[in-house]
């Protein structure tokens, strides 16, 4: 099955910084990579997603690179805010004409110091 | 609308015991999953459903059964508790559209479990 690795597992940035979290997948025929943002205490929600015809996508201050010569993909906050310290989550998952069964990184603890 | 709801928010078990624990969606969708999050471990399909009267197991099975008798509730049943099933489980839907509109899944508000 699919194995997703994910790092680093915590991560602190001033604000106004960059941060980045990479993620890696096993499995090549994985074709969807969405990243979830979890607030403590909170449930997962999704924040941005790939698809492996595209090789970047951007909303706002986030953006999602995908390679999948190497097999991973990136999450890339630009500009971080205090209210951007949360738990993300990478997933991948391949088509299976059903639903789809993700399979999620450990995640990443960011936290923005003010 | 409500989204995906999960009762109850917080239970203490022995082990041994059992309880079923109760997703309900009202956006009518069609998949439905269970998850469990243990601390550095992510979140981990437990089982799933493609709709109503059917289910399938994910990555975590074992020790678990569902049943999705409705298509807007997904139960999940712990038979007999042990202290390994200590773990925030979430509930999530997804809808069968195309696109990012099918593929997006819902998640509840979380049950946290406690198995003593």
């Known amino acids: 099955g699919e194995n997703v690795e994910q790092h680093p597992s915590t991560l602190s940035v001033q604000e106004g910084d960059s941060a980045v979290i990479k993620c890696t997948y096993s499995?090549?025929?994985?074709?969807?990579f969405p990243w979830y943002k979890q607030e403590l205490g909170k449930r997962p929600q999704l924040i941005i997603d790939?698809?492996?015809?595209?090789g970047e996508k951007k909303d706002q201050r986030i953006a999602v690179t995908l390679n999948k010569t190497a097999k991973h993909f990136s999450l890339h906050i630009t500009e971080t805010q205090p209210e951007d310290s949360a738990v993300y989550f990478c997933?991948?998952?391949?088509?299976?004409?059903?639903?789809?069964?993700?399979?999620f990184g450990s995640g990443t603890q960011l936290t923005v110091l003010p | 609308n409500a989204g995906v709801t999960q009762t109850p928010k917080f239970r203490v078990l022995k082990t041994g015991q059992s309880m079923t624990l109760l997703c309900a969606q009202d956006?009518?969708?069609?998949?439905m999953y269970w998850y469990r999050q243990d601390p550095g471990m992510g979140l981990r399909l437990i089982h799933y459903?493609?709709?109503?009267?059917?289910?399938a197991k994910g990555e975590v099975p074992d020790g678990y059964n569902v049943s999705r008798l409705k298509k807007q509730n997904f139960l999940l049943g712990l038979e007999s508790a042990a202290p390994s099933q200590t773990s925030v489980y979430f509930c999530?839907?997804?809808?069968?559209?195309?696109?990012?509109?099918?593929?997006?899944?819902?998640f509840g508000p979380g049950t946290r479990l406690l198995v003593l």
């Open positions: 459903s493609v709709g109503e009267g059917t289910t």
């Open positions: 999530a839907s997804s809808s069968t559209l195309s696109g990012r509109a099918g593929e997006t899944q819902y």
């Open positions: 499995d090549s025929a994985s074709n969807y």
């Open positions: 790939i698809r492996s015809n595209v």
């Open positions: 997933a991948a998952s391949r088509s299976s004409g059903s639903a789809r069964q993700l399979t």
């Open positions: 956006m009518n969708h069609e998949y």
